[in-house]
């Protein structure tokens, strides 16, 4: 059922079983998981069916730290959410990422890689991926042509990926909730503050707003706040009528442990013959990033991170993302990112022509960011049009990504030497082991997570590991943003997973009496 | 190369090494050349590029900055052996590869101007380096 919140009287109130504060990857999600089940779901999506330039300008906030993208555009605020730009990148976090490294400051979640591996089967359907394998042998088998690049797996292995259509949630999903009867989904309807009861043990109300000035007030029995890395924690540290330091904030870890990864090109790979390597390949079919193994993380005490290749003729006309996706407006930035595609490709096509296209490849890093504490969502002091102080991003980075870039190829070009297959040449930015500074090329994935991050401790933590917001006895996050480390991957398979995880618990806790 | 090759070249003394130098040449080129070319670099790695790999790598192992000690290197792996031997360039290549893979597998690399390097690799560019000064 769909009610646009701008036809309805100015203080409405709707009560229901739960209450999803966003429709996006994760909130359609849930509420799909909810679809014919006997609770009314209450869906509150603050912007229409379509893109709203007005809307979108509630997403507008401030960088001040490492160079990053504009907050306006780096997120969608519509039905639908950020999967209307995603680019279907998919892969599953390792054991490792979940565990404590004890060279990794802040690791550890309270759960285990297999915890998530019957909610990563079920997300798997939502984004329309094929078979839950990742093994290479699996899909060696299915496509035999896939050669790995390198004989052996003890310090480089290929970790595969899959990818989404990509599945743009917004069209895939609107029919089935707007039809669900126990789905009541409202549109327009901008969550602008949460009020908890007088002692601040619960949510009592949530309060929407929009810009025809219709406020509505939802009442439920339990909120799963999905809005995603940069909303989450804004509209938990902007609810502080009761609690001064913002909802689930005693101990100051709302916004903190901003994590994006790095996404950067850092080395070129010469072999000593032309190979396709369509293992590697950017194909649409499954495809693998050369990875190193947990055993070598451990040893060289480095984070979690992998490799891709693009021929070199190719990368070398791509101009950097964070060049790309510099306008305010996300449509204009989608545009500069696909122009320079298209441009790079373009050029593929009269480089295959030489046929020495497959000689010399760019090797682009994807790596995980250590959590750091000071690189942070704060709010600022200006407001948005619907009176919710803007959110400003103090994105920093440290030298443990620097050092494991550079391990990271220095592991493979070692690997390559011994198997006698060619060489690697690092990027000038890598060369020098004590030079901290990054260039400005370096960008981030879009991928905002950590800021409402995992944690059994209320201390060091925001959200337990059934992602509810200690001290607060009805109110759960759904997204990147509990993450407690990054791990490699693009983070929205694993956000969906623990989606489906949460979705289960609140069903088991819905059902219990009060 | 056979192994009884193998093991006369390893036993080269540095008076040895210098004879090598005078007139020594065959299909694959002078013996100065099979030294200082290195085979799996040169593909994509110009002149100027081995030249400026030679030199930081110098700076960095200054008291290997000599075209005798640099040969007994890059042919022994070490310099403290003797040899009756005179190689010919290309078994100096062949010896110069298999150093080459016993330093990858025996983790002797080093980063130099951003490549990852076998040491005999460096020490190619060393000796290119030297005689191109
Ligand atoms: C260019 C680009 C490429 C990407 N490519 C990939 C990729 O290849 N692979 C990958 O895994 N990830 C990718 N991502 C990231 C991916 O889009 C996100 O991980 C994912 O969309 C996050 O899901 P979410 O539900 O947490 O947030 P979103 O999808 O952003 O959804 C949040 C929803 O909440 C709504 N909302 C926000 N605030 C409020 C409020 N106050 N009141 C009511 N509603 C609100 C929003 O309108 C939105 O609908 C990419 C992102 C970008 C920008």
Redesign the interface.
Known sequence: MHIDARTLEDGSLVEGDICIVGAGASGISMAMDWIGGPYKVILLEGGGFEYDDKNQDLFAGKNIGQNYYPLRSSRLHYFGGTTGHWGGYCSTFDEIDFQKRDWVEHSGWPIKRSDLDPFYMRAHKIVELGSYNYSLPYWQYEQPYMKTLLPNEDVVWNKMWQFSPPTRFGVKYRDAIVNAPNVHLYTHAHVVDMKTDDQVTGINEIITKNFEGRSLRVRAKKYVLACNGIQNPRLLLASNKQAPKGLGNDHDNVGRYFMDHLEIKSAEMYLFKPDRLILYALTGKPRAELSITAAMQEQHRILNGTASLTPLKVARKMHPNIENWSKEDPRESLKREHGSYIEASKNLRLEKISGDLYDAYELFTRMEQAPNPDSRITLDTEKDALGVPRAILNWKLGSLEKKSIRKLYELIGIEMGKAGVGRIKLMDYLQDANDANWPDFTGGGWHHMGTTRMNEDPRTGVVDANCRVHGLNNLYIAGDSVFATSAAPNPTLTIIALTLRLSDHLKEVVAKPV | MNRRDFTRITALSIPGIALLFQGCKNSSGTFEEALSLPR??Y??IDPKEIHEIGKAYLALSPQEADKIKLTGLLLNGRNDKATQMNPSPDQAIEMIEAN??E???Q?R?S?I??????TTEARQCAFYTIIHN
Do not use: E, N, P, S
């Open positions: 799996t670099l593909k994509f080459i893979h330093d990858f597998r983790d690399t980063i101007k951003g490549w990852i390097l076998a």
